[in-house]
């Protein structure tokens, strides 16, 4: 199975400030997505990560709070931006090889923000 | 939006017992996929099932799909404590524009005791 290292792994961020989160995947992959979980809950797609294009947000993130990056198809980039205390989650990065192929996780971003 | 939901939300078992966890879903689906999530970290993939299956198996996880019900079932036989951990269930919804963007269901807590 693929092995997604994502970084950094945790963060403590003063809020107004951004944070970059890395995503590298050790062979390519054609689907990229970027999750978010807030404490206690389930997952929610952020995006779609399209190579060499725009990202493709789902209803309720925006591009500017979420600016999406992915320059190839082993890497991806997720910023979260003007941070507030309620941004405070686990970002996850995963990735897909195919249709009815299962989906690969990172190990998550533990974010806080004071 | 959660398309999943699912039941129990926690369940607390001895080592040795079997645990079994249902799904509902409100779409037409490609496929139905459970993970696995250990105290906060990247999820991992169990099994996935298409949805011309009725029946997967992998190792103790047997799962089962009712197209016609839209639910899912995840069954672990003879739990360890090492089971311990969230379980989601997760739909890649037909109809999509892209494939493999899942949908997460809200997670059961299975904790087994020594």
């Known amino acids: 199975s693929a092995v997604i290292s994502q970084k950094p792994s945790r963060d403590i961020c003063q809020r107004g400030t951004s944070l970059t989160i890395q995503c590298q995947v050790d062979?390519?992959?054609?689907?990229m997505f970027w999750y978010r979980q807030q404490p206690g809950q389930s997952l929610t797609l952020i995006a779609t990560?399209?190579?060499?294009?725009?990202?493709?947000?789902e209803s309720g993130f925006v591009i500017d709070k979420f600016p999406i990056s992915r320059p190839n198809l082993t890497f991806s980039t997720l910023t979260v931006s003007n941070m507030s205390p309620e941004d405070s989650s686990i970002y996850l990065c995963?990735?897909?090889?195919?249709?009815?192929?299962?989906?690969?996780f990172g190990n998550g971003t533990r974010l806080t923000v004071t | 939006s959660q398309q999943g939901e699912e039941d129990p939300q926690a369940l607390s078992i001895q080592e040795g017992e079997n645990a079994t966890m249902n799904c509902s879903y409100k779409t037409s689906i490609n496929n139905l996929q459970w993970y696995r999530q250990n105290s906060g970290r990247g999820l991992v993939h169990l099994i996935l099932?298409?949805?011309?299956?009725r029946e997967k198996h992998s190792g103790r996880l047997r799962v089962t799909l009712d197209t016609s019900k839209k639910s899912s079932s995840l069954l672990i036989t003879a739990s360890r404590a090492a089971d311990t951990a969230s379980y989601f269930c997760a739909t890649d919804d037909a109809g999509g524009t892209s494939y493999g963007k899942l949908t997460f269901g809200q997670g059961t807590i299975l904790t087994v005791h020594p």
């Open positions: 062979s390519q992959v054609t689907m």
């Open positions: 995963s990735a897909t090889w195919g249709y009815n192929s299962p989906l690969h």
């Open positions: 990560a399209n190579q060499g294009s725009e990202a493709t947000y």
């Open positions: 099932i298409r949805s011309n299956e």
